[in-house]
Structures are given as C-alpha cells and as structure tokens.
C-alpha cells in the first residue's frame, strides 16, 4: 500500500477534473517531448481494485508519454463505467482467462500487473509471452524464485520488466539515492526503515491481504519499502537478517505477520533497524552517520515526501498533490521503452529485495535466528 490509503472509489467527477488536470501536465513535467515523436506508450491495467482505481488510472491521465488502452479484469460489473470514464473501446477489454489475446492487439505496448501479490508472476508470464513490456507492482512475487523466473522469461521475449517502486521516482528519494555514493556526512553507521499502516480498525476488509497463499501480511505490503530503501540509501546487498514476528491481533492475522521487526548486516558494519506493520502507523526513514545525519518522513507516501539532515538541508516535497507520483513514474517507465533504454526500477531490483523477504520468513520461523542473504 501507499502511506495515505484511500478507501472510497475514484468517482466519475474526480476522473473528470484528473482529465482536465492532464492539460495542466506539461507545464509540471519538467521533461522534453518524448524520444519518438511523441507517441504514446499504451498500457493496459490488470486488475481493477483500489490502486488501479484511485492511483493508477487517474495519474494515466496525467502523463505525457502514457495513455490507458486497455483493461484486464475479472469483474465485468466494473466496466462500463470504467470504459465509459476512460473511454475504453470493448476490443481493448480482457478477462484474466483470455488476457493471452492481447498478443494481437497492437493499440497496447505494456501491462500494468495491479493484482494481488500470488498472481503477479503468472500474469507477466503471459504478458511477456504476448510481448508486451511489464510493469508490475511490488512485491514483485511471492519469492526470489518467482522473481528470477519473470526476469528470465521478459528477458527471453524481449520485452522490459520493471517494478512499481514508486519512490525510486521520486525527486528527494533520488536525492538520498546519489548520498548514498556522495556520504556528505562520512561512513554511514546506522539506518532505521519504519513503514506501516493501521489496518482493519472494523474487522473484515482486503481478504487476499489476510491470506498467506495470495501474499498477504505486512511484510510483502509494506516491508519491501523498508528493505528498498535501506538497500538504495546505502547502495549496498545486506549480508544477513534477523526477524521477529510480533503480532499481537492474532483475531485477525491468523496465519500473516501483522508487524515484524527486522534487522539487517550490511558491509562496513552498517546495521538497519526496520519494522513492517499494519497495527501501526509509521512511516519514517533515517540515515546516521559518523558526522550528521538525514531523514524522511514520509518515506514512502504517495505526497508529501519531506526530510531534512543535520546541517539544516530542509528536504522539501517535490512532485506535488497525488497521484503526480504515479504520473512520473510511468513516464519514466514510458521513456525507457521508447528510447529502449534500462528502466530504472528493472526486475532485478525486485529479485533482490525477494532474496530479502524469503530470508526474513525463514528467521521469523525460527524466531529470528541469523540468517545470511546470499545475493545471485
Ligand atoms: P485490491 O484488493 O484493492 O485490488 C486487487 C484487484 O485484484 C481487485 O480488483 C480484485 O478483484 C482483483 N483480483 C483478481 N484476482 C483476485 C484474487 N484471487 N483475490 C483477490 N483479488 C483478486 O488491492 P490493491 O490495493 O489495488 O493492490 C493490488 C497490488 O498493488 C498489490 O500487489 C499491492 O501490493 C500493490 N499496491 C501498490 C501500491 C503502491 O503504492 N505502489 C499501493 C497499493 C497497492
């Protein structure tokens, strides 16, 4: 999920203020034209829940080098007023059963993979067999092996796999990227990494994320956005990995992590204290070094994003109101596959952040035993 959830459906007045918003897109964008004439990349959303609904399909509308082209669902009741929104001819329309089609369908270059976590690998499966490019939101799968496998298989039909790390678009996030390489303050000593929501207030809500054959719990939501960011602020692979379960609502996360703590062993000593949780709200980034520090907070929130370091650098937010985020990243996303340049969130970066996830289950199982993080 993002920092600042959003329950209630993308009504058709707001998708209609996000389309005239669109106009106001290229004087935001601080790009030039698209490397080829300017055409369009068309994407295609695969599932049709919340963050397709209230994220992705109105910043689509705000993207210069993006246009939505197609759906891919398996509730033909959510159609007509996405089609009629976003005017979506019925030839550009899929169920999950027939998505292979899309092979055929020339008005659609990429697939935007929006399901829940279990499906991700399957559907880019079949989306690369079709040649079309990927995007795929985070967790990447349901472990490195998925994810090797989706790397291999966009690699052998040459199409470009990229993960939906919003953050990694995101301007000040770019910044504590480069300080990773610059170390303004010296040797980087120690990092903490908190990203959590507090969910299920009234009980029954989001199934698939209580489920732990559908990739549920905190750790694949939110615990990825702990270990992306703690291995982009330093620019280095952890070593190994201590996690610890600590659900307490065990009503209602019966069989997924609620919260886990976790800790990680960098090279150069460098330690990184992180917890995931949807029983709390957290959302905090912090980097300290042998001579100063910086932080974030938000961290990871879909606006907002501000930070400040220990020399009084303020870090102010930079992309402005939701979805803007969104909008960047698939531009960027776009750009790569115009000028067949690397994506800079490729697959791999999700593999590797998977090595991580898998070694964080196998340390909770035994309560937080050292575990070592053998990168490929
Ligand atoms: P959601 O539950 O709102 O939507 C999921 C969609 O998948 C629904 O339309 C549902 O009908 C469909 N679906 C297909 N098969 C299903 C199945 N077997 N079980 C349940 N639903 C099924 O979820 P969401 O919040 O939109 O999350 C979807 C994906 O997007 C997840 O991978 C999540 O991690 C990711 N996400 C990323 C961000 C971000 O900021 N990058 C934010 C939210 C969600």
């Excluded at 929104?85 to 697939?111: E, G, K, L, Q």
């Excluded at 170390?183 to 989001?206: H, V, Y």
């Amino acid at each position: 999920m993002g920092g600042n959830r959003r329950r209630h459906g993308w009504t058709r007045r707001e998708a209609l203020q996000s389309l005239a918003l669109a106009g106001a897109a290229a004087a935001w964008s601080p790009r030039s034209l698209a490397q080829d004439g300017g055409r369009r990349i068309g994407v295609a959303l695969v599932g049709l829940g919340h963050y397709s609904r209230d994220l992705l399909a109105p910043a689509l509308q705000l993207t210069r080098h993006c246009r939505l082209a197609g759906l891919v669902t398996g509730s033909p009741d959510k159609l007509p007023e996405w089609q009629g929104t976003y005017a979506i001819p019925d030839r550009n329309v899929y169920s999950y059963d027939d998505f292979h089609r899309i092979a055929d369908n020339p008005d659609i270059d990429a697939v935007y993979i929006v399901t829940p976590n279990h499906l991700h690998k399957p559907q880019t499966l079949t989306a690369a067999a079709a040649g079309k490019h990927v995007w795929c939101e985070k967790p990447m799968a349901m472990d490195a092996a998925e994810g090797e496998a989706m790397v291999k298989a966009c690699r052998d039909h040459k199409v470009q796999l990229t993960i939906g790390y919003r953050m990694q678009h995101e301007p000040n996030t770019r910044r504590f990227m480069a300080m990773a390489k610059e170390r303004p303050f010296g040797r980087i000593i120690k990092l903490r990494a908190d990203a959590g929501w507090f969910g299920w207030r009234n009980g029954a809500d989001d199934a698939w994320r209580l489920d732990p054959a559908r990739g549920g719990g905190a750790m694949y939501d939110m615990g990825v956005y702990c270990v992306n960011a703690v291995r982009y602020s330093t620019g280095m692979e952890p070593l190994a990995i201590s996690a610890v379960d600590e659900t307490v609502r065990r009503d209602i996360f019966k069989a997924v992590d609620e919260t886990m703590r976790f800790r990680l062993e960098f090279p150069e000593d460098i330690v990184a204290e992180c917890v995931t949780s949807f029983g709390r709200n957290v959302n905090t980034l912090q980097i300290d070094c042998e001579r100063g520090w910086y932080t974030m907070t938000p961290f990871q929130g879909y606006e907002g994003n501000a930070g400040r370091a220990s020399d009084g650098t303020v870090f102010t937010p930079q992309l402005g109101k939701t979805p803007r985020m969104q909008a960047e990243q698939m531009d960027q996303d776009a750009l790569a596959i115009l000028g067949n340049t690397a994506p800079r969130v490729p697959g791999e970066v999700g593999v590797a952040d998977m090595r991580v996830v898998d070694a964080a289950f196998a340390s909770a199982r035994e309560n937080g035993k050292r575990v070592e993080i053998v990168q490929g």
